[in-house]
């Protein structure tokens, strides 16, 4: 059985979810936080070579998106 989510680099998730409305705030290290202003939500990416499964069902969590939501701004 497949997982719906895909595994993505960074740079594809960031477009998509500057399409959402939000916004790079601040980077430590390789990780990068992401706010949405109008929301309040943020979400922390890990600045790899890919995004896990696991990890891109997390930020969508954290900034309260769905997986459709998000697969349509891609």
Do not use: R
Not at 34 to 50: A, D, K
Request: no cysteine; charged share 20%.
């Amino acid at each position: 059985m497949s997982s719906k989510y895909p595994i993505l680099p960074p740079s594809k998730i960031i477009k998509a979810m500057k399409k959402l409305g939000f916004e790079k705030t601040s980077q430590k290290g390789s990780h990068a936080k992401y706010v949405n202003y109008q929301t309040g939500n943020v979400f922390i990416i890990p600045m790899h070579s890919e995004v896990a499964k696991g990890t891109l069902k997390s930020i969508l969590e954290q900034a309260n998106i769905e997986l459709e939501e998000f697969l349509n701004n891609l």
